[in-house]
């Protein structure tokens, strides 16, 4: 059950790095990055969420117990 869970907080966190990191190249963002020097709040927090979720995803897979 556990190796589930840490998997889907993988996939999970490598899906929202990459969802942050196209927001962080869109129009939208760009216009941010103009006006204000920096990215667009729901991308920083899309990347930070995404890391997150993928170190805690592969903290628990490297801590499971292996079963053989």
Not at 14 to 25: D, E, K, M, Q, R
Not at 34 to 48: C, D, N
Request: charged residues 10%; glycine residues 10%.
């Amino acid at each position: 059950m556990n190796r589930i869970i840490s998997l889907a907080l993988l996939v999970g966190g490598i899906v929202l790095i990459v969802t942050g990191f196209t927001a962080s190249n869109s129009f939208t963002s760009d216009v941010s990055r103009f006006s204000t020097g920096s990215l667009t709040e729901r991308a920083v927090w899309m990347l930070i969420g995404g890391l997150l979720a993928a170190l805690v995803g592969l903290e628990m897979l490297w801590r499971s117990p292996k079963h053989t």
